[in-house]
């Protein structure tokens, strides 16, 4: 059988070009008079058939050199295979590899015997199976959304990829790496095709849970049937991986810290979680679980686990100041199989107070107004409700008030954007409209994390919020606001989903509270989409509290007014925490996100005093430098950093105010899971797909034979057979030339 | 520059002893002629010349020796005054030249001094212009007058159509009405068979006969290359073929071609002398009048 390298359109041009080069020669006739035409008609008479002759033939063995040459440029080898090889790979002819690796986190574990190590073993005896012509790709998980370069030939190059390969902070993603290495076999030239996957064999990174995506990955592997085995479109799969250890790997994780509540206000005590797991056959003792605030450890608890236990951890501590903070849990003594995961950070901000910002269309003072009733709520220790009226132009004033919420009060007028930028939550009370722009900047708020609540009394307008805040579903109003109307007798309020963690706080106190509420009349909330959420029901199933994520942040509709004429809500206690359980949790998000995860890139959002003195870079894990880059964020001027890859905690030093803003960069939990692959659940994902597994470096060679085959290289016959051609065809321009030399004339001349 | 002018710059100036040889060539070759002439013909007596090397002692007058001690013969007005006929092919092939003058240029010249020469040495000379028919023909007169009418009518003449030289000459033969010489300039590219006729009947008739043969050095070489596409000059078809792949077998053609002329013209007894454009010219007049075997070297 005879096989080519190249693609065959190339032969197209064996054909045409001596046809075309004949047609282009034939057309350009040079016009000359001759006075001796008796003798040139009597040599077409009489040699017509030999020039002819002689024509056909220089131009068959021309068409032939370049046939030849076309030919050699494709490649060709001539195969015998042998028979009987079973199971083995054959290679008769080039081969293309495309070698993609799991440089995940969890390579890096056992800790005493790297996997990644012993992958770099199974992948150097790969390569050493290639031979001289064969195409290498590397194509390492963490380099997938780089340019890639062209394969190489170099196998020596190859052989230094390998060792030059590292642990990346990511989590490995098994299918991802399959699909893109069958993607990239389009960029391959050599006929014999073989995808190497070489992971460290846990189950993690197979991902087997998400069956569907397995189903694709299979139907992709098989839908060239009909395409041979071996080739470019159904390469071979050769799965390398480190044997699985004998005994299974023991690893205690932090797999997660958290806190009690989205605003942590200075002075108060926190509560901090930690969720440690132990995963292995053997116990976890002497452990020492320590808390660490701002890199200071605060406290210390020893812990102990049982195989396959799991437990919490909770601490207080009180933020003395307000500011950015990192919160830090560290296990100390676990000796494990995977250390990187015995540390998890969380960087929060302990805010003195949250700005709200409460638009009412009534505005009024004290308990007066659309909001007067909230805005209480909020601050219900503040001396002067009124000396909160947020001026026109005016920051919100820092501790204004001593409670953990500033609502700042203005009339419809005062919707803007630069307000907007300096709050986190805002309210709508009873707004009868909104101009175009006050729409179109609490669409931006929503969409860059902000939390709007809109409090629907009988002075909005429901036509108008239906075609400016609904729009049909697309503008920011989560319903359609139906007419307001009496909701009829004993309608009560009622909590259908906590949502939150914020109001599950409610939601444990049960519906008591709800019951000596009433609500005289409401708007209908109508044409829910499949994402709102209902908060708050009334008796008769009506929806009286929704809400929806819009962007980054959300947006909560409250059919009734609080003012007190609709309902009597304001006037019950349960009133007080749902207000300001509402405003922790619309606004409790501090955004851009300063807890990343590998290959997340820092975002960073400069308060304006400090424009002209941004920092240029943050601090790094290990003391390294990160550069800031000026970007957006949200449409918001912001400093951005390229994509971190090494987990651990970053910092920006913000001059203005002399302040520390921590980022955390932390791994993905499901890294700590070190199980390994079960290999049936493998098959059942790869059922009906070929594949060969290897374990051991010295077995990988014996995947592949080329004993009993033959095969040659035929591009050198084809050369050599054009410089036979060549020589043939002086030869015959030669004799042909002879043949026609004129004898010398009779006169001697 | 007149056809008159080149003629005297490019032979009459530079003949000298060669026209002299020539004279004595044309004279010898037409001896044993004459003298079987003179046994059955009146001949009108013209006078006494010195006696030169190689006259025939009979023809010494001794009353003049006793006289005047002076050897002299006596020369009769029918020996000496040669008819010569000039046929000129002027068909379509003797308009090509690849140098400086066409093969009809030349021929042109060559005729116009051989009829200076001629009438210089007191014989008389005519001029035929032909191509596939007579297109004109001046018969010999001796005067010098004549001459210069003959070039003046060589002047007019142009290129014509395809060449037929046995059929017209055949024609011509009989206004060759008196024993004489006929010069035929011509590239001689016609049927050998049809001229070898047309010669044989020339001879019959008592003309000597001569061929110039008129070639170009392209025409030798065929210097063309690459693919042609080939005109001729007597309204032949064009025809299209590959100048390097040809030549050898064109070549070939010519070679066997002029052996052929060289051979019929030998077996007639007709003189054969090739002279190419690009020769001197005066050198060619010279070996064309040269006598059989005897030619003057270039």
Redesign the interface.
């Known amino acids: 059988m005879i096989e080519f390298a190249a693609p065959m359109y190339v032969a197209g041009a064996a054909v045409a070009i001596p046809l075309l080069l004949h047609i282009a ?2 057309r ?17 008479v ?2 017509s058939r030999r ?1 002819a002759f ?1 024509n056909w033939l220089l131009l068959l063995i021309r068409s032939l050199v370049i046939a030849c040459l076309v030919g050699a440029l494709m490649r060709p080898q001539l195969t015998l295979r042998a028979a009987g090889l079973g199971d083995l790979i054959p290679r008769s002819g080039r081969t293309a590899a495309v070698l993609v690796i799991d440089d995940g986190l969890s390579t890096t574990s056992p800790h005493d015997a790297p996997a990644l190590t012993r992958m770099k073993l199974l992948a150097h005896a790969y390569l050493d199976t290639l031979r001289p012509g064969d195409e290498v790709t590397i194509l390492p998980y963490s380099q997938l959304s780089q340019p890639l370069a062209d394969p190489l030939v170099d196998l020596g190059a190859a052989h230094q990829a390998i060792n030059h390969l590292q642990a990346t902070a990511l989590a490995g993603d098994v299918p991802g790496l399959l699909e893109a290495g069958l993607d990239r076999f389009a960029v391959h030239l050599n006929p014999e095709a073989e995808l190497v996957l070489i992971s460290d064999g846990r189950a993690r990174s197979y991902g087997l849970d998400d069956a569907e995506r397995w189903v694709r990955l299979r139907a992709r592997l098989q839908t060239q049937d009909d395409a041979p085995l071996g080739s470019r479109l159904r390469p071979h799969l050769i799965i390398l991986q480190p044997p699985a250890p004998a005994q299974a790997l023991v690893n205690v994780s932090v797999d997660a810290v958290g806190v009690d509540r989205s605003l942590l206000p200075p002075g108060m005590p926190v509560t901090i979680s930690a969720t440690v797991r132990l995963e292995g056959p053997a116990p976890a003792t002497g452990l020492l679980v320590r808390l660490l605030i701002d890199s200071r450890a605060v406290e210390e608890r020893p812990l102990s686990l049982a195989p396959g236990e799991q437990d919490t951890l909770v601490f207080s501590y009180l933020f003395p100041s307000p500011g950015s903070h990192l919160i830090e849990v560290a296990i100390a003594g676990a000796h494990d199989a995977f250390p990187d995961d015995d540390h998890r950070a969380l960087a929060v901000e302990v805010e003195s107070s949250l700005p709200v910002l409460l638009v009412e269309g009534r505005p009024g003072h004290g308990l007066d107004g659309s909001l007067g009733l909230v805005a209480a709520a909020l601050a219900p220790d503040a001396p002067e409700p009124d000396a909160v009226r947020m001026p026109t132009g005016a920051a919100p004033a820092a501790n204004a008030g001593h409670d953990l919420f500033q609502p700042l009060r203005c009339g419809v007028s005062g919707l803007t954007d630069e307000r907007l930028s300096q709050v986190r939550v805002v309210m709508l009370g009873d707004v009868p409209a909104l101009d175009a722009g006050a729409v179109s900047a609490l669409e931006r708020f929503v969409a860059a994390g902000g939390g709007v609540l809109v409090v629907a009394g009988e002075d909005t307008d429901n036509d108008i919020a239906d075609r400016f805040w609904w729009r049909g579903g697309d503008g920011f109003l989560p319903a359609r606001l139906g007419v307001i109307a009496e909701s009829g007798p004993g309608q009560h309020p009622r909590l259908v989903d906590a949502g939150s963690s914020t109001l599950s706080e409610l939601a444990r106190a049960g519906q008591e509270p709800w019951n000596g509420v009433s609500v005289a009349r409401c708007h209908p909330l109508e044409d829910l989409s499949a994402d709102t959420r209902t908060l708050l029901a009334l008796d008769d199933g009506s929806a009286l509290l929704i809400d929806r994520l819009r962007g980054r942040g959300r947006v909560a509709l409250l059919g009734c007014g609080l003012d007190g004429h609709d309902s009597d809500l304001p006037f019950r206690p349960v009133f007080v925490p749902l207000m300001r359980s509402l405003a922790t949790w619309l606004g409790g998000a501090v955004l851009p996100s300063r807890n990343l995860l590998a290959g997340d890139a820092l975002a960073w959002l400069p308060p304006a005093a400090a424009a002209g003195a941004w920092p240029l870079a943050a601090d790094g894990p290990h003391g390294g430098s990160i550069a800031l880059a000026p970007s957006t964020w949200a449409g918001r001027p912001a400093l951005v950093s390229p994509p971190l890859g090494e987990p651990g905690t970053y910092t920006i030093h913000e001059p203005s105010r002399g302040a520390t803003v921590y980022f955390q960069v932390g791994i993905d939990p499901a890294i700590s899971q070190l199980a390994a692959l079960d290999e049936q659940r493998l098959d059942v994902a790869l059922a009906g797909v070929p594949r060969h597994v290897v374990h051991q470096p010295r077995h990988v060679a014996e995947l592949f034979t080329a004993a009993g085959n033959r095969s040659w290289d035929l591009w050198q016959a084809l050369v050599a057979l054009v410089g036979l051609l060549l020589l043939l065809e002086s030869l015959c321009s030669w004799s ?12 001697g ?1 | 520059m007149s056809l008159h002018e080149q003629v005297q710059r490019q032979v009459l100036d530079r003949l000298g002893q060669v026209f002299i040889t020539a004279r004595q060539a044309v004279e010898s070759v037409l001896a044993g002629q004459h003298r079987s002439l003179r046994r059955g013909l009146s001949v009108e007596f013209a006078g006494h010349r010195p006696y030169q090397p190689g006259d025939d002692l009979r023809r010494l007058d001794w009353l003049v020796y006793a006289r005047s001690d002076r050897y002299d013969v006596r020369v009769y007005e029918e020996e000496t005054r040669l008819r010569t006929t000039l046929v000129l092919d002027a068909s ?5 030249g690849s140098g400086a003058s066409t ?1 009809l240029e030349f021929a042109k010249l060559l005729v116009a001094a051989l009829g200076f020469l001629m009438v210089r040495q007191s014989d008389a000379v005519g001029l035929a212009v032909i191509d596939a028919t007579v297109r004109s023909h001046l018969p010999p007169a001796g005067t010098m007058g004549h001459v210069i009418t003959l070039i003046d009518h060589l002047e007019t003449v142009e290129a014509g159509n395809e060449t037929a030289l046995g059929p017209v000459l055949e024609s011509l033969a009989p206004a060759l009405n008196r024993r004489g010489l006929v010069i035929l300039v011509t ?1 001689a ?1 016609d049927d050998i068979t049809s001229l070898s006729r047309a010669l044989r009947l020339l001879r019959y008739r008592k003309q000597e006969v001569r061929v110039l043969e008129i070639i ?1 050095a392209g ?2 070489t065929f210097p ?1 290359h ?9 309204h ?1 078809r064009p ?17 066997a ?3 052929q002329l ?1 051979e019929a013209c030998h077996g007639l007894g007709v003189q054969l002398e ?1 002279i ?1 454009t690009d020769e001197d010219l005066a050198l060619g007049l010279a070996r064309a009048l040269a006598p059989r075997g005897r030619g003057v070297r270039r």
């Open positions: 020669h034939r350009r006739y040079q016009r000359v008079r001759w006075g001796a035409m008796r003798f040139l008609q009597r040599i077409l009489d040699r020039l002689e042909m030339a002879r043949a026609r030399d004129a004898p010398r004339t009779a006169d001349a | 379509g092939s003797m308009a090509y093969k590239d590219f170009d025409e030798e063309f690459g693919t042609l596409e080939v005109l001729g000059l007597e032949e025809v299209r073929l590959d100048g390097d792949r040809v030549r050898g077998y064109y070549q070939q053609a010519l070679s071609h002029r052996h060289s090739t190419r």
